[in-house]
């Protein structure tokens, strides 16, 4: 548990999603589930359109006529079908954060969702995104014409018209949340505006900061752990030694990488507060920041100890580490858990910036990954990230492409699988 | 620095209150202020009513009117004069953020000193208390006639009046805000709506953030130290030591002395993760919150080490320690900087919560009782905090008060004055 811990409340939450087609709700659905999953709060995602498609795979814009009685009864099948299956969720998987995407777009429609939470004793939080810049949702019309499963195959010319069809359709029965009795965000503009009305709970809350914080244009993340350290040659962990040669080498040649990468685009570089992160940035020409919150997982009793005299003084640790790596916290120290709690803020500050580079260690460096990656917690402490690699992130409307640049310098090798001893066979 | 490390750019802010008289403005001011300060951000309130109180004391009602040409000139005036001596402020002492406490009620003024802090380069955000609750402004009302240096030697009845009439003066003119392309919030009813327009910078989001947060339900918060711990005997710094016998006592009065103070109402415990928390809290028949976040400062490699040890194995550090104990980090542990950081989470968390008390640590007690009471930096690390103590904080719209209760049970004292050496004379 820490500054983070999300168990103040035993609360259930569904959030609704409020919109017309085209206004960024799955992304933002998406990106709810992802931030909470990182943090260890169960959610998961219930998308209308999937359960619709299951009957109705490629749809025209008159399906979504209110007066076409017969899309009017599939659609209000799939969104049923949809709940029923969140509700199923959180008896028995006893889930924390179940998201409805759909248009939800009228009164009545919300009624009825709000009836059911209230049945199932679970918090309704809507979240409405209410778009009127042209430029926006043009370019999320293009991206769905491109990549929805409804348009496949399509012309995509008639894709984006029969797209805009449906929209007007929707535009019809809209009408935007105002009931000052429930609980809401409304995201005007992608966060240009923000509503927000009757927050309680502190899980609400967190969600809300979280929404307030996102942006839309694209920038790039670029990760890379600190050059080869004195210790990691020693087989050390933890400490604050000096760059090893190599690792200086790493840091002159650093510059050079960066620049293929990011070319001419500003740029702002993050460092922990130990000398390794801080001599590997240092030749960088670009805007330095160092943030203790990005310093390495702290080893407690075991730091400055090598793998082998951690398995020989403290063999109950080194197995019980092995056992559950994300949980397992040193004596005195920090778990990955732990880790992932401090660094809650510096994804929230990655979500509100531009272009960013960090320079940190192995389990930050994989805790942050695994935000963008949604990498699942048992895998996380166990990702191969070698020295002397710099990783570009660069997020997408669904989901992060990655780049691997190595550069061409040798260093050890600081990563030890799952149950190997360290002990020379 | 850290996660909450406010230097992510060097803007200097002018917050700009808006609002009706007795909207709590004052309030809202004064809390931004100590909240920014106790993070070490430069922070300071420019009360207009301050400045035109120099030349008009006790004005009545009309003095207000619009149609009062006098009155109108000398309210310029006043506010002229505290721009200026807060722009003075940003230029000379290098402020961050100024909070400008008038009604700003009209467009026209607003636009007046958007110029000014445009001309300056100053970032503005305006915060808008809007109200409409007539309890909460009755409320107020009934604080300002009592409190307000406008009515002093008044009858109440007649200083409530002319309040009153003072508002509707006010009210004839009064245009909210909604110009979209300003950076402003918008507070409804004291956070039950909270509109959020065009935040753009890390600081201004925190500043929301925290607004959104705000109640003004009553309520208390209490603190206590550990009861004694072994360490605490044996006059050794951190660990994870069990209660003394004298600390054990402590815990199984606490439930009674509690209840001398609490009485019937609903209340949360807060402790840290370590076990003089835990066990100090064990028979305390509240439902029960561990923090990671509450956890003792670190002190690194001098953790398990009397102060002679410190002192004659690491003299220098003792000396630096006391010359500046704020910013003072022990080799691989904390500062009281590094501590005030990572209670952020927790003082946003106090902020939203009703009655909480919190059974934690020496240095963790002295950061939380700063925020409250406003201690500045080089004090709070010299607070005198008994063990075996209760202290009661009681917010209120001006201060807050402070009770200890103390518990007739003998402990040591773990208190070393500044420059006070551990050799014995």
Chains 1, 2 share one sequence.
């Not at 009164?107 to 810049?133: G, M, Q, T, Y």
């Not at 009305?197 to 890379?224: A, D, F, G, T």
């Not at 400055?304 to 197995?319: C, M, R």
């Not at 492409?401 to 190997?420: F, L, W």
Request: aromatic residues 10%; charged residues 30%; glycine residues 4%.
């Amino acid at each position: 548990m820490g500054p983070y811990s999300f168990h103040m409340e035993n609360l259930q939450i569904c959030v609704i999603m409020v919109g017309l087609p085209a206004r960024g709700k799955s992304l933002i659905a998406q990106k709810i589930v992802r931030y909470l999953t990182w943090l260890s709060i169960d959610a998961k995602c219930f998308n209308v359109g999937n359960y619709r498609r299951i009957e109705t795979a490629h749809p025209t814009a008159d399906f979504f006529d209110v007066n076409n009685e017969d899309g009017e009864r599939l659609r209000r099948h799939a969104a049923e079908a949809a709940l029923e299956d969140m509700f199923r969720w959180f008896e028995e998987e006893n889930g924390m954060v179940g998201i409805f995407d759909a248009t939800n777009t009228t009164r009545k429609r919300r009624d009825w969702v709000l009836d059911i939470c209230r049945k199932h004793n679970v918090e309704p939080l809507f979240v409405e995104s209410w778009c009127d810049d042209e430029d926006l949702i043009m370019q999320n019309i293009v991206d769905v014409k491109t990549s929805s499963p409804d348009y496949v195959g399509q012309d995509p010319e008639q894709a984006a018209l029969d797209f805009r069809n449906r929209i007007r359709n929707y535009e019809k029965v809209y009408e935007t949340i105002s009931e000052r009795d429930l609980t809401y965000v409304k995201l005007i503009n992608v966060g240009s505006q923000v509503i927000i009305n009757r927050i309680q709970s502190y899980l609400e809350s967190r969600i809300v900061y979280y929404l307030m914080n996102l942006h839309i244009k694209p920038r790039c993340i670029w990760l890379s752990r600190h050059g080869e350290s004195q210790f990691n040659v020693e087989g050390k962990i933890g400490g604050d030694s000096d760059l090893s040669p190599r690792g200086r080498e790493y840091s002159r040649q650093l510059p050079r990488l960066t620049r293929m990468s990011v070319g001419d685009q500003p740029l702002t570089v993050w460092t922990s507060t130990l000398k390794r992160t801080q001599q590997t940035a240092k030749y960088l020409p670009y805007r330095q920041l160092t943030w203790k919150a990005l310093d390495e997982l702290d080893a407690g009793q075991c730091d400055g100890l090598t793998y082998e005299e951690i398995e020989s003084k403290y063999p109950d640790d080194f197995a019980a580490r092995d056992a559950d790596k994300y949980e397992y916290r040193y004596p005195g120290g920090e778990s990955y858990r732990d880790v992932v709690i401090r660094l809650e803020p510096i994804i929230m500050e990655l979500e509100r910036q531009d272009n960013i580079m960090i320079v940190t260690h192995q389990a930050v460096l994989r805790c942050i990954y695994a935000y963008f990656m949604n990498v699942p917690q048992d895998k996380s402490p166990w990702m191969e990230v070698p020295l002397h690699t710099l990783i570009k992130l660069e997020p997408k409307a669904y989901g992060t492409e990655v780049t691997r640049i190595k550069a061409d310098i040798p260093a050890v090798s600081t990563y030890r699988e799952k149950g190997q001893s360290t002990k020379k066979k």
